[in-house]
C-alpha cells in the first residue's frame, strides 16, 4: 500500500494512509487525502480559500478515477462548494456521466447535500485586488464585471509564474487497486468559466490498476493539450519503465508550439507501487507513504527542462 501526493498534501496523506490500512479503497484514500486539502484555508491553491477567477469569484476544478474500473468523476468551476473532490467523486459513482460543470456541477453538489459555502476568504481576495489594481487601469478594474472585452484583461492579469497549484494525490490499497485524484482553484485570475487540466480525465489524471497512475500540476492548457497524465499511463502500458515514462511525457511537452507555455509537473506510481516526481522548473519535491512508514516522507521530482516558458509569449504576440 502506498500514498504519494504533491507537497501540499501533506495535510492529508497520514489520513489518506490510515485509510489504507483500516482496510479502505484507493478511492477512499485519495477522497480523503484530498478533502483535508480542500479545508485547508492556508492553501491558496484548493478549495476553500482558493484563489479567485478574474471577476473574484473562486472556481474550483476537481477530478478523480478508480483504475480498478477505468471509472471517472470529474466537476469543473464548480462555485460555493468546498469538497470539489467528494463531487467528483458522486459524479463517478451517481450518474451516468463523467464530468459536470458550471451551474450544473453545482445544483448536483447541492442534491447531495453539500453545504453552500462562500470559499473566498480574506488573504485572497486582497491579493486579487491589489495585483488587479496593479496589473489593470483603474477605470477597467473598477467596472471588471462589465467590461465587454473581458479577454484582453485575463491575457494582463494572469501570469503562471505568479500564482499557482494544485494538490495530487495517487493511492494503492491492500488489493492493488489504484485512484488518481486532483482538485484545484485553478490558475488565478483566469477567464471566468476556464478548465484546467485537474478536472479533465488524460489531461490532469490517470489511473489503470493494469499499469500505473499520474497526476499533474501546472500549466493545465499544456497538460490538456499533451494528454499528459493519460501519456505517462500509456508509457507504462507500453513496457517502459516509471522514471524513463515520466522523462519522456514531460519532453513530449516541447513539441507543444505557440504562445502560453509555462511549466509543468506530476506525480507517478506504477503497478507495482514504485513512485516519481517530475518537473520541469529548478525546485520540487513531493510527498510518499508506504504501509511500514509512521510519517510520509519527501522526495526529490526529476527535472526534465522545458523549452518554451511564459516570457515567449510577449514576443509571439507583438510579432503578430
Ligand atoms: N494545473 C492547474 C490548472 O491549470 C494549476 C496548477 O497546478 O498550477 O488549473
Redesign the pocket.
Known amino acids: 500500500m502506498i500514498v504519494v501526493a504533491s507537497t501540499n498534501g501533506i495535510v492529508g496523506i497520514d489520513a489518506a494512509m490510515r485509510v489504507l490500512k483500516a482496510g479502505g479503497t484507493a478511492v477512499d484514500a485519495v477522497e480523503t487525502g484530498i478533502r483535508l486539502v480542500e479545508a485547508n484555508g492556508d492553501d491558496h491553491?484548493v478549495g476553500y480559500g482558493g484563489y479567485p477567477n478574474l471577476l473574484g469569484d473562486v472556481e474550483l476544478?476537481a477530478s478523480i478515477m478508480d483504475g480498478a474500473t477505468l471509472a471517472a468523476g470529474a466537476v469543473g468551476a464548480l462555485r460555493n462548494c468546498v469538497y470539489a473532490i467528494s463531487v467528483a467523486r458522486k459524479v463517478m459513482e451517481r450518474l451516468p456521466h463523467v464530468f459536470l460543470v458550471g451551474e450544473g456541477a453545482a445544483r448536483f453538489a447541492r442534491e447531495m447535500g453539500f453545504d453552500r459555502v462562500d470559499l473566498l476568504t480574506e488573504e485572497p481576495q486582497s491579493v486579487w485586488e491589489n495585483r488587479l489594481r496593479r496589473d489593470l487601469p483603474a477605470h477597467v478594474f473598477e467596472h471588471l464585471n462589465q467590461q465587454p472585452d473581458l479577454w484582453r484583461w485575463v491575457d494582463v492579469a494572469t501570469d503562471?509564474e505568479k500564482?499557482?497549484?494544485?494538490v495530487n494525490f495517487l493511492a494503492q490499497d491492500a488489493e492493488g487497486q489504484i485512484c488518481a485524484g486532483?482538485s484545484?482553484?485553478?490558475?488565478a485570475w483566469?477567464y471566468p468559466g476556464?478548465?484546467?487540466?485537474?478536472p479533465v480525465i488524460g489531461a490532469?489524471v490517470y489511473a489503470d490498476d493494469r499499469f500505473g497512475a499520474a497526476a499533474?500540476?501546472?500549466?493545465?492548457?499544456m497538460?490538456?493539450r499533451a494528454c499528459t497524465a493519460h501519456s505517462i499511463v500509456f508509457y507504462l502500458k507500453m513496457g517502459i519503465p516509471l522514471q524513463d515514462a515520466g522523462e519522456r511525457a514531460m519532453r513530449d511537452l516541447n513539441d507543444l508550439g505557440g504562445a502560453y507555455l509555462s511549466?509543468m509537473?506530476f506525480i507517478a506510481i506504477d503497478r507495482d507501487g514504485r513512485h516519481a516526481g517530475f518537473m520541469s522548473g529548478e525546485v520540487g519535491a513531493y510527498l510518499f507513504m508506504a504501509e511500514e512508514m509512521s510519517a510520509p516522507e519527501e522526495a526529490p521530482r526529476t527535472r526534465v527542462e522545458l523549452n518554451k516558458r511564459w516570457a515567449n509569449r510577449v514576443q509571439v504576440q507583438d510579432a503578430t
Open positions: 491553491s476544478d503562471p500564482a499557482w497549484g494544485t486532483a484545484t482553484s485553478g490558475w483566469k476556464r478548465l484546467g487540466d485537474s490532469g499533474c500540476t501546472g500549466t493545465g492548457e497538460a490538456i511549466d509537473n
